[in-house]
């Protein structure tokens, strides 16, 4: 029974070495806004995330802005809860002043899967007989058996998934730029 905890324990290594493997991974594909900027959308009010390297709205922001551009982000399935967060870091990193998040969720990317099989058998028996010259006469009784174990295990796994605009606030009159 041992050996079927050490091929259990062996598969969890396994599994928390892949979800560590997978942890450091994010993509951003960036996409520039080009052409003249519109009179984009505002409102009085929206739900806004400030947690993050640039504040994170959900609805148009109360002041004027222009659009730097549109950001595809996806995270590895043990960060996919953080994928908001990682989108507000890259949209830092371009210059932007906050992200109007258009989505966010989750989306499959794969199963891992993992299993084993350990086998084990027993066989004992009697001999009774006769040796006649160079050959030996006789019968063997006996009876055996064999078990065995198996087990598996697959976990879907999902990446985070965002949709974002990178934008930037427009100056108020009398605003210096920095």
């Known amino acids: 029974m041992s050996a079927i905890k050490n091929e259990v324990m ?24 080009v052409g003249a900027q519109q009179n984009w959308p505002t409102a009085s009010g929206a739900f806004v995330a400030t947690q993050y390297a640039v504040p994170a709205y959900y609805g148009y922001p109360p002041r004027p802005y222009i659009v730097l551009g549109y950001l595809d982000a996806t995270t590895a399935p043990i960060r ?6 990682f989108a507000a870091r890259r949209a830092k990193e371009i210059g932007g002043d906050a992200i109007i998040v258009q989505s966010s969720g989750r989306q499959y990317v794969g199963t891992y899967s993992s299993g084993g099989a ?5 066989y004992s028996g009697t ?21 065995t174990s198996t087990w598996g295990t697959s976990i ?9 605009l ?13």
């Open 118 to 122: 350990f086998t084990s058998g027993n």
């Open 156 to 164: 879907p796994l999902f990446a985070g998934k965002a949709s974002v």
């Open 10 to 33: 062996n598969a969890r290594l396994l599994a928390l070495a892949c979800a560590a493997a997978l942890s450091g991974c994010a993509m951003a594909d960036f996409t520039p806004y």
């Open 80 to 85: 996919q809860r953080g994928v908001v967060e």
């Open 127 to 147: 001999f009774s007989g006769t040796a006649i010259g160079p050959g030996v006469y006789g019968h063997t009784y006996g009876s055996g058996y064999a078990t």
């Open 166 to 178: 990178i934008i930037k606030f427009k100056q108020k009159t009398g605003e210096t730029v920095e």
